[in-house]
């Protein structure tokens, strides 16, 4: 089953959000399992089927990361996000810098006007990289997009290390 035919969408990476919740509010009236708790085992299992098919295929659209990985399957290429940093890490040389900063905020407790450049300067990356992998779905360069969604993991990756590091100093700390 293609999401983008389940929500009545058109089959392009770049997808109106509001659609998508409409119409996925309007399959959740007719598919969902409440509705057909007087029906037959068999009717009840195939609704319950449909409505699983509908929640998973609209996590996937709506969320940008797993839509992109998803547009990709349908044009053929088939990634997974756990391998994706261990085959495309060209850019990590790029941004090692930012783990050197990492390091210094933690060796200086977290100075908070550091942090929120830090944090700030990564939001921007991931914005980029996001506008970036639009840009690439629409001229249809998908092994450029596989690169760039690697860039995108990575950083989320670093901001969750961020953050993380961040709060087990703050819990030290109180």
Known sequence: MNY???????????INKELLSKNFYKLQLQFHPDFFINDSESKKKIILEKSIQINKGYKTLKNF????????????FKIKEETLLLKNNDFLIKYFSLYEELDNLKENNFDEKKLDRLIKKIEKKIIYCKNKIEMEFEKKQYEQVIKTISELLFLKKIKNNLKKEHSIYLRKMN
């Open 4 to 14: 983008f035919t389940l929500f009545n969408m058109p089959k392009k990476f770049k």
């Open 65 to 76: 990361l797993s839509r992109a990985i998803y547009f990709l399957f349908l044009n053929g």
